[in-house]
């Protein structure tokens, strides 16, 4: 063992470590920020899951008339999501809007990054209306935004 | 004067010429290739782990997003299938709806547009729809959707039924009914 064998041990040593804690690091990074995605997705799916039993709680207790048509049963949908659902956990973002046939409910839920849902609810599909076909609104409410205070 | 261990004895040779001594080789180096590499293996293999981690949950939110497109495909098709001809469709099972169009005073162009939609950039089709009885005893029916893309995604629907409300024989729908994702073949 003489000197240049030792620095040349050292420094592959040292380059080795500050590579692997690099990417040690990095890849702890991606793992916490799968995890917290991870839980947003759980955490819309939550959300989507809790919106069709609670129009139909809603509409069991005080269902709008049908005869007034999908429109106002729409906004009445609307209504009732914008009260009923879960509460929003930290940093995700709720729109509740009337879709622009004016006769859907657009339940539109995003976290940070590209993680973003949307489904739309018909009245109709809920025995609220549809039995005459209504006309059409010409064009959407303003959306009704929700916004948790932390972010994600 | 090198020596071996062997099981039985030891051999002992002179070193040849151009070979370095064991005890002057030294160990430092070998040492620290060894570590080198255990040390670039083991965060090799947490980055491959949060590849994998990250590669599972976009395929979820991707599977999600496409329950959410035939989701809204099914209160779409639902919705029309309400509203169109007093729900007259929604008694008969699929293969027969071509029949029951007259019937149900429905125009070919309607019951062609019944069976086919879009939500957002996303189009679809109805590929079945079956009652599980005849006419208003029917108290439920199955509706399966395709989606017309690269991967023609289907899933299944329950659509919930009970006579209509405004005393007119015919079925009305009070719930739909997810019943998941039912590949993706044609």
Partial sequence: MNLAEVIVAATLLLSASSGAAQMGAASAAALQRSRVQAAAVEQIEAQFLASAPLIAAAAAQHAPDPGAGCAAAAQWMQQQLQGGLPPLPAGLQRQLSIAASGEQVQLLIAASGSLRRTRLLHPAAFGLCGLAAAPARAESDEPIEEASDATL | ?186
């Avoid at chain 2, 030294?26 to 590669?55: D, E, K, M």
């Avoid at chain 2, 497109?69 to 709806?97: E, F, R």
């Avoid at chain 2, 029916?141 to 005393?167: I, K, T």
């Fill in chain 2, 1 to 186: 004067m090198v020596c071996r261990a062997s099981s039985w004895f030891r051999r002992c040779s002179a070193p040849r010429p151009g070979h370095v001594r064991a005890a002057e080789r030294g160990f430092a180096l070998p040492i620290a290739v060894a570590g080198a590499l255990v040390l670039l293996l083991g965060s090799s293999s947490l980055q491959l782990l949060s590849l994998q981690n990250r590669a599972q949950l976009h395929r979820v939110v991707q599977r999600q997003q496409i329950e959410d497109l035939l989701a809204s495909a099914a209160q779409q098709t639902a919705a029309a299938l309400q509203q169109t001809g007093g729900g007259c469709l929604l008694a008969k099972a699929h293969d027969a709806w071509a029949h029951a169009a007259a019937e149900c005073a429905i125009e070919p162009q309607v019951l062609k547009d019944l069976q086919q939609g879009q939500v957002g950039s996303s189009r679809y089709r109805l590929t079945a729809y079956q009652p599980d009885g005849h006419g208003i005893e029917a108290s439920s029916a199955q509706l399966e959707l395709q989606l017309l893309a690269e991967r023609p995604w289907r899933a299944a629907y329950r659509l919930a039924l009970v006579p209509s409300s405004d005393g007119q024989a015919a079925l009305q729908i009070t719930a739909v009914q997810e019943q998941g994702l039912r590949g993706a073949g044609a």
